[in-house]
C-alpha cells in the first residue's frame, strides 16, 4: 500500500505572505495558517521587499515564493501573476487558489498541468474608475477566461455572483470576508470616544474620497475628522489630503496604518465612520469596522445593504451635503451612535467571522482534490517531495 500524501495548494495573487496591503492580503494571512492546521501543504506566492521575514506574525509552516515581475500601476497584477504560475505550474500543487480575475490569462497554463483552479473574482474590477478603458477591457476579458477555464469561482458578495451570473453564464461559492472583534483598545491620543468622523480608504475616485473631502472640508470646522489612505501612487488626492491637512488644525491625514490595533482602536472610537465604496462586493474594511464597532455611514449601494442589513447602519447618497449632514446627525446623537455599534457588532459576529471563513475555503478547496481519501494528512510535504 503507498504512502498517503499531504494536500497541496498554491495561493496567487498576492503581494506575499505576510502581507498587510489590502483585503486579499488580509485574507491569505489569516487562511494559510488555517490550511497548516486542517493537514494542507500551502505555499504563498509574493512579490520582492513586500513581506518582512521576522514579522512575528509569519508562521513557518507556510512556504513563500518570490517571483520576478514588472512594477506599475498596469503591469504588476499581470506580470508577477503570469510568473507565479508558471513556476507553479511546474511544481504541479494539487490545486491552485487564485486571487484576482485579472490572472485568469494565465489558467490555461494550469489546465494543461491537471491543476484545478479555485478563482477569487474579487468586485467587478471593469467598473472601478481608476482604470483606463484598456485596463477595464483587460479585466473584463480575464473574466470571461476565468468564467471560462476555471474550475470553480468564490464571490465575495451574493451582489456579485448575480453579477456573474448575468454576465457569463456562472456564478460561484460564497465566501465573504472575515473580521475579528477586538478587546477593548485605548484611544488615539488627543481624540475623544464617538467625537471625530472617520474614513478608512484607498484614494481612488470610486470610493467617494473626493466628495468625503469636500464634506469633511466643512465638517472639521467644530469636529475632528480621521483620514487613513492613499492612493499608493501619489496624485491629486494625496495632494488635496495633505493639503487640508495642514490648513485645517482639525482634519488628520494619516496615511496608510500599518497597525491593525491602531486600526482597530479608530474604528471602535469613532462617532461616525464613513463608508464611500461604491463598486466591490464585502468590502474587507467595512467588515472589520463593524466588528470594530464603527457607528457606520456606507454609500448605499447594494453592495453595502448586503453586507450591513437592516440595523447595521445608515446611508447616504455621494454628494458632500449629503455626506455632511448624515455625519454630523450621527456625531451630535449618542444613543444612535451605541445602537448602531451593538448592532454592526452582533452582525459581524454572526456573519463574518474568520472561522467560518476559513472553513469555507477549506471545504470548497479540498472539493477540487482528484482523490481526497488519499490525500490526507501525514509526515511527507510537498516542498520535500519536490527538492
Given at each position: 500500500?503507498?504512502?498517503?500524501?499531504?494536500?497541496?495548494?498554491?495561493?496567487?495573487?498576492?503581494?506575499?505572505?505576510?502581507?498587510?496591503?489590502?483585503?486579499?492580503?488580509?485574507?491569505?494571512?489569516?487562511?494559510?495558517?488555517?490550511?497548516?492546521?486542517?493537514?494542507?501543504?500551502?505555499?504563498?506566492?509574493?512579490?520582492?521587499?513586500?513581506?518582512?521575514?521576522?514579522?512575528?506574525?509569519?508562521?513557518?509552516?507556510?512556504?513563500?515564493?518570490?517571483?520576478?515581475?514588472?512594477?506599475?500601476?498596469?503591469?504588476?497584477?499581470?506580470?508577477?501573476?503570469?510568473?507565479?504560475?508558471?513556476?507553479?505550474?511546474?511544481?504541479?500543487?494539487?490545486?491552485?487558489?487564485?486571487?484576482?480575475?485579472?490572472?485568469?490569462?494565465w489558467l490555461p497554463l494550469l489546465k494543461l498541468r491537471g491543476i484545478p483552479t479555485v478563482v477569487n473574482v474579487d468586485g467587478l474590477e471593469w467598473e472601478r474608475e481608476k482604470w483606463s478603458a484598456l485596463g477595464k477591457a483587460v479585466f473584463r476579458a480575464g473574466a470571461r477566461v476565468t468564467a471560462r477555464l476555471s474550475t470553480e469561482r468564490i464571490v465575495d458578495a451574493r451582489t456579485i455572483g448575480a453579477a456573474w451570473q448575468t454576465r457569463f453564464?456562472?456564478?460561484?461559492?460564497?465566501?465573504?470576508?472575515?473580521?475579528?472583534?477586538?478587546?477593548?483598545?485605548?484611544?488615539?491620543?488627543?481624540?475623544?470616544?464617538?467625537?471625530?468622523?472617520?474614513?478608512?480608504?484607498?484614494?481612488?475616485?470610486?470610493?467617494?474620497?473626493?466628495?468625503f473631502f469636500d464634506a469633511a472640508e466643512r465638517l472639521a470646522a467644530d469636529h475632528d475628522v480621521i483620514v487613513v489612505g492613499s492612493s499608493g501612487y501619489g496624485g491629486e488626492l494625496d495632494e488635496r489630503a495633505r493639503a487640508l491637512s495642514q490648513r485645517l488644525p482639525r482634519f488628520h491625514w494619516l496615511g496608510?496604518?500599518?497597525?491593525?490595533?491602531?486600526?482597530?482602536?479608530?474604528?471602535?472610537?469613532?462617532?461616525?465612520?464613513?463608508?464611500?465604496?461604491?463598486?466591490?462586493?464585502?468590502?474587507?474594511?467595512?467588515?472589520?469596522?463593524?466588528?470594530?464597532?464603527?457607528?457606520?455611514?456606507?454609500?448605499d449601494t447594494p453592495h453595502s445593504r448586503e453586507v450591513?442589513?437592516?440595523?447595521?447602519?445608515?446611508?447616504?447618497g455621494p454628494q458632500p451635503a449629503a455626506i455632511e449632514s448624515a455625519l454630523r446627525s450621527l456625531l451630535s446623537d449618542p444613543a444612535r451612535q451605541e445602537q448602531l455599534s451593538e448592532a454592526a457588532t452582533l452582525r459581524a459576529r454572526e456573519a463574518y467571522s474568520w472561522e467560518s471563513v476559513n472553513a469555507s475555503y477549506e471545504a470548497l478547496l479540498r472539493a477540487q482534490l482528484p482523490d481526497a481519501a488519499t490525500l490526507t494528512t501525514t509526515t511527507e510535504s510537498q516542498s520535500d517531495r519536490e527538492r
Open positions: 500500500m503507498g504512502s498517503r500524501r499531504t494536500p497541496s495548494v498554491a495561493v496567487i495573487g498576492t503581494r506575499g505572505y505576510p502581507s498587510y496591503y489590502g483585503g486579499f492580503e488580509t485574507a491569505v494571512r489569516r487562511l494559510a495558517p488555517y490550511l497548516v492546521d486542517h493537514g494542507w501543504d500551502v505555499t504563498v506566492y509574493g512579490r520582492p521587499d513586500t513581506t518582512d521575514p521576522a514579522d512575528p506574525e509569519r508562521d513557518g509552516r507556510v512556504h513563500t515564493r518570490v517571483t520576478k515581475g514588472i512594477d506599475s500601476r498596469t503591469l504588476s497584477t499581470l506580470s508577477y501573476g503570469l510568473t507565479s504560475t508558471m513556476d507553479a505550474a511546474r511544481r504541479r500543487p494539487d490545486v491552485a487558489l487564485i486571487m484576482n480575475v485579472a490572472n485568469g490569462f453564464g456562472v456564478n460561484g461559492t460564497f465566501i465573504p470576508y472575515g473580521a475579528d472583534v477586538p478587546p477593548p483598545l485605548p484611544i488615539e491620543p488627543g481624540l475623544t470616544h464617538r467625537g471625530y468622523a472617520l474614513a478608512v480608504a484607498r484614494f481612488v475616485p470610486e470610493n467617494t474620497v473626493g466628495p496608510h496604518v500599518h497597525d491593525d490595533h491602531r486600526l482597530h482602536s479608530l474604528w471602535q472610537h469613532a462617532g461616525a465612520y464613513f463608508h464611500g465604496h461604491s463598486v466591490g462586493g464585502t468590502n474587507p474594511a467595512l467588515v472589520q469596522a463593524m466588528a470594530c464597532g464603527a457607528p457606520i455611514v456606507a454609500r450591513l442589513g437592516a440595523d447595521a447602519g445608515e446611508f447616504t
